[in-house]
């Protein structure tokens, strides 16, 4: 925990006076880095060392596990995002955390958070190339949004319908990261590349017939792409490219303007 000299100050002085136990003074100037929570341990320190917090994979975990973990994250003043939360999950985890918010179709469980959000920082659209791609990009997007970066859904512009892209190349525009989603045989985000200034993370989905081997054809595509600021994430991994542009867009928006 960083403190100015004035809340340090106050610290001693309670110390000094007797109002606040020794315990509570270290645990103030040196909190905890992990939560034992018997399933799991909650990893604390990780918004100090990456800028945000740990998000949770929900597959495998118990509701009681989740439960737990939510707790324990919620106590560090952590809003909570778990990723690939099933409807099963999220129905059990609903009376349990009433203020919850489950995204069905991107399979996200979020909670807590400020009362008033602050402005949102940089911006980073979320191309898809056809409707059976949606589940990823929202993914990106919710992770996006909890990572408070400006964010938008540009649906459904893949290269079958190659006039459909141009047509929203607005919505690109000063982009600091752009995430492109697409399967079959993943030719968007080269085509994307080939449009914008910024870099573009393409996300390979499982969507495909025949050998498309369960998004390994369009991975290996994208992996050859000929546009120079195209980079890859594992298939399917929309939180993992929405994690990554957030970052681009949140160090972009620290840096300097002068």
């Known amino acids: 925990m960083n403190l100015d000299r004035r809340q340090l100050t106050d610290l001693a002085n309670q110390l000094q006076q007797g109002t606040l136990p020794l315990e509570r003074f270290l645990d103030t100037l040196a909190p905890p880095l992990t939560a034992d929570v018997g399933h799991a341990r909650v990893d604390l320190d990780r918004r100090r060392r990456c800028g945000f917090p740990e998000v949770v994979y929900g597959p ?30 999220a129905a059990s985890l609903a009376p349990l955390f009433p203020a919850g ?37 929202e993914e990106a997007r919710e992770t996006l949004d909890w990572m408070n970066v400006r964010t938008t859904v540009v649906h459904d512009v893949g290269v079958a319908g190659p006039h459909r892209l141009p047509e929203r190349l607005n919505l690109l525009a000063g982009a600091d990261a752009i ?26 989905t499982s969507v495909g017939y025949g050998m498309s081997l369960g ?14 600021n195209v980079t890859v994430v594992n298939v399917d991994a929309g939180f993992k490219a929405g994690y990554v542009a957030g970052l681009i867009a949140s160090r972009a928006a620290r840096r300097p303007t002068s």
């Open 60 to 89: 495998g975990k118990s509701v009681a596990a989740l439960e737990q973990i939510f707790q324990a994250l919620l106590a560090d003043g952590v809003e909570v995002l778990a990723t690939r939360v099933s409807a099963e999950q």
């Open 101 to 137: 918010r489950y995204h069905a179709v991107a399979r996200t469980f979020r909670l807590g958070g400020p009362a008033t959000r602050p402005e949102t920082v940089g911006y980073v659209p979320v191309v898809t190339a056809g409707t059976s791609d949606l589940p990823i990009a």
């Open 179 to 204: 995430v492109v989603v697409a399967g079959m045989e993943g030719a968007l985000p080269s085509v994307v590349g080939g449009y914008v200034d910024c870099p573009v993370v393409a996300v390979p």
């Open 215 to 228: 998004g390994i054809a369009a991975l290996l595509s994208m992996l050859n792409s000929c546009a120079a």
